[in-house]
């Protein structure tokens, strides 16, 4: 028990003030990260007179599970344009082409075997440049969208609509997670909910500021693509859409929302899984930093943990501000729950979920130290970006 005007209590005081006021900025000066504010069906423009040609391109290694409802929901769009999709087969071993091959046939679909992986190429990255590659200089736009998510038949006259209205070089939406099981519901709407505090949608898309993008759906100015330098500009980065997002930008004005119309169908069924998506690049994040690692890891501790253990076992105004803070980070946390469908009470348990995700944080160094970092299919890619 803290007590009150001894030395234990003053250092409680502190840090449920320092905490409460990190909270304070984040409600209020950071851009309403929480709000889930930027949809992608909300405030379009007019459709165009005319619709630009657009290619699609997929990069796809060892997806036989997805791949026939990801590309079937892109072979079904209603795009009153020109449109093509180019499948790039990143030397899967599970029948990934084939099985895209077999669909209904398409003069809309091309798939290719990728090539070995470049050195300094993460191998998403080297399979999405052979695919606009061979898209050539034919389309206008260019879909980059993962295997592992699909499509409502209208996302890409949306994604058209508003990039040629508004004039963006760049049109990105974060899809929908999978939130179904046990390990889903408790942990993917603060994935999302973290990623916007990190990069919020509102400062994305001011034309000045921070750039980012969500990989899973990226509409891209083929012009403005190239006048940036291509693909090969970000071709070692982890942490692509975010890197890709950074490097639109200083093109022009790019765009970042939330829909329910383009979903994730990759599986995270435990969380285990769950973990090792998050390890994947949680390190990258923090630049293969070990002071920053330290700095996030006291960081986490300080703005979720400390306000519990102040609510719980502290005493006077240093039990207030810790409940002030947790009340705070439960209260933000509710516009990201009521979009997944999750109960108000996760937000009590966000210190919790966040420890987890500090976990993860340690994990994805450790594996990055043991040089397994970044691993995906088999690939440890995170040397590339240290």
Known sequence: MVSRGGEDYVIGLVAGGVALTIWLVLVFARQGFWLTAERDTRGLPAEPAHWPAVTAVVPARDEADVIATSIGSLLTQDYPGDFRVILVDDNSSDGTAEIARGLEPS?????????????????????????????????????LTDADIAHAPD?????????????????????????????????????????????????????????????????ANRIA???????????GALIDDCAFGAL???????????????????????????????????YAQLGYSPFLLVGTLFGLALIYLGPVLLTLAGQGYAQMLGLGAWALMAIAFQPMLRFYGRSPLWGIALPGIALFYAGCTFASAWAHWRGRGGMWKGRAQAAIGA
């Open 225 to 235: 693509l190239e006048r940036a330098g291509g693909i090969a500009a970000v071709r």
């Open 248 to 282: 639109m930008k200083q093109q022009g004005p790019v765009w970042l929302g939330l829909t329910d119309r383009s979903v994730s169908i990759r599986i995270y069924d435990t969380y285990a899984s769950v973990a090792a998506m998050i390890s994947r690049s949680a």
């Open 107 to 143: 003069n809309r679909l091309t798939v290719l075997s990728g090539q070995p992986l470049a050195p300094g190429w993460t191998g998403k990255l080297w399979a999405v440049s052979q695919g606009i590659a061979a898209a050539g200089e034919t389309p206008d736009y260019l879909w």
């Open 155 to 219: 996302t890409l006259r949306t994604l058209v609509t508003r990039a040629v209205g508004e004039k963006r070089v760049l049109v990105s939406l974060m899809a929908r997670l999978r939130c179904k099981s046990v390990a889903e519901r408790a942990l993917i709407p603060a994935f999302v909910w973290f990623f916007q505090m990190l990069y919020p949608f509102g400062a994305v898309n001011r034309p000045t500021g921070v750039g980012a993008a969500a990989g899973g759906c990226m509409l």
